[in-house]
């Protein structure tokens, strides 16, 4: 059955930088919303709008017959999923389950063939478009698992992003996150750079992103992440602690299928080097220091 605003009670758990927004947008859409997350305070401005707060991952899965999450990390996805008090374990028969999270493709299999067995419809559609992104509603939406379930859910998808595309079986979806992750990853060292020789070269990098950023150039971290930069602005759209996170599960996949990615190397490394400076809740574009 599609999901339609008539037959759905959404039930969103992590409403953090991006959490918050795609929560927004799925209340503007029109949806009734059931949240959860660790800390209640970070919710307020999403329960004056409406949105009802629980207080545990069990009674989002009792009240709700779409289940998203957005969390930190694999442990986070594992301990939400799978736990004594959690989503499969207390979900209903028929309630679709979307892990939003970027998180590992064997994570994303066995969530899904745990919740096949309690015929719960399990989604891996991990999400690309930063602060930016979650905040208009134009996120890049990757998803894995059965077609039949993507498309069932995909009014709800439409609520979060303008780019939605079907990658395959479970495990595509992060399998394909993983791949915007490395492209990020490399390019995000060549912004850094652009920017910090055209300061060295006495221009006005203000001026240059006008010149190189519509060019052949041009990237999504070009033009939004950037200016960032040049302002001094290191609030995160995406935090680099977990930007390494993401780059330590592709290398591991790249690893196994016995792939070399030294680009992705050089840039965990980078990163990790900022981490340990204390840089790890900036946002991606804090790697500009690592020059400065």
Not at 65 to 93: A, F, M, Q, W
């Amino acid at each position: 059955m599609v999901q339609t605003k008539q037959n759905t009670t959404i039930g969103f758990i992590g409403t953090g930088v991006m959490g918050k927004s795609m929560v927004n947008n799925l209340i503007e859409a029109g949806y009734p919303l059931v949240i959860y997350s660790r800390t209640k305070t970070k919710a307020e401005s999403l329960i004056e709008q409406g949105a009802k707060w629980v207080q545990s991952p069990k009674e989002v899965a009792e009240r709700a017959n779409v289940i998203i999450t957005i969390v930190g990390y694999p442990s986070d996805v594992e301990e939400i999923y799978l736990g004594e008090n959690g989503l499969l374990e207390n979900g209903r028969k028929g309630t679709y389950m979307i892990d939003m999270t970027t998180s590992t493709p064997t994570l994303a299999k066995k969530i899904y063939l745990e919740a096949a067995q309690k015929q719960i419809h399990a989604l891996d559609a991990p999400v690309s478009g930063g602060d930016i992104g979650a905040r208009e509603a134009r996120l890049s939406i990757m998803v894995g698992g059965e077609k039949e379930h993507f498309e069932a859910v995909s009014p709800v998808f439409e609520a979060l992003g303008t780019n939605i595309v079907y990658q395959g079986e479970a495990g595509a979806g992060q399998h394909t996150k993983m791949c915007n992750q490395i492209a990020i990853a490399s390019n995000m060292i060549g912004v850094c750079e652009a920017i910090v020789y055209a300061e060295k070269a006495g221009l006005y990098p203000e001026t240059v992103l006008k010149s190189i950023s519509s060019g052949a150039a041009g990237s999504w971290s070009l033009s939004n992440l950037a200016p960032r930069m040049i302002e001094d602005n290191f609030e995160p759209g995406f935090y680099i602690k977990h930007f390494i996170k993401d780059m330590t599960i592709a290398l591991a996949e790249a690893e196994a299928m016995g792939m070399d990615t030294p680009g992705l190397a050089l840039a965990q490394s980078l990163y990790t080097r900022l981490a340990q400076a204390g840089e790890e809740n900036s946002g991606t574009q804090a790697l500009y220091k690592y020059w400065k």
